[in-house]
Nanobody
Framework: QVQLVESGGGLVQPGGSLRLSCKVS????????MGWYRQAPGKERELVAG???????NYADSVKGRFTISRDNVKKTLYLQMNSLKPEDTAVYYC??????WGQGTQVTVSS
């Protein structure tokens, strides 16, 4: 069974940074479609950043220029570097693989 385990969430002040990690239990060398979603209280889950089937990256307009998605195929890990965090970035962040396998989520809270 494929497992995804997120880590790196927490409480940070506005303007701060966090790096989320998503460790996958299978090889991701040949997999392109993977990324990060988030869900804030009372809102629908939304795409934050991802790798498309063609291997390109895409980002939500609200995070462009602040967040960077990356991956380490050897470590089987997906990352999300989040800079210049804003209170509206507060949400549970989920990583996914092929839009089919999902992690348990990690809470990110941006507050002073």
């Amino acid at each position: 069974q494929v497992q995804l385990v997120e880590s790196g969430g927490g409480l940070v002040q506005p303007g701060g940074s966090l790096r989320l990690s998503c460790k996958v239990s299978m090889s991701i060398f040949s997999i392109n479609t993977m990324g990060w979603y988030r869900q804030a209280p009372g809102k629908e889950r939304e795409l934050v950043a991802g790798f498309t089937s063609s291997g390109r990256t895409n980002y939500a307009d609200s995070v462009k220029g602040r967040f960077t998605i990356s991956r380490d195929n050897v470590k089987k890990t997906l990352y999300l570097q989040m800079n210049s965090l804003k209170p509206e970035d507060t949400a549970v962040y989920y990583c996914h693989l092929l839009n089919h396998y999902w992690g348990q989520g990690t809470q990110v809270t941006v507050s002073s």
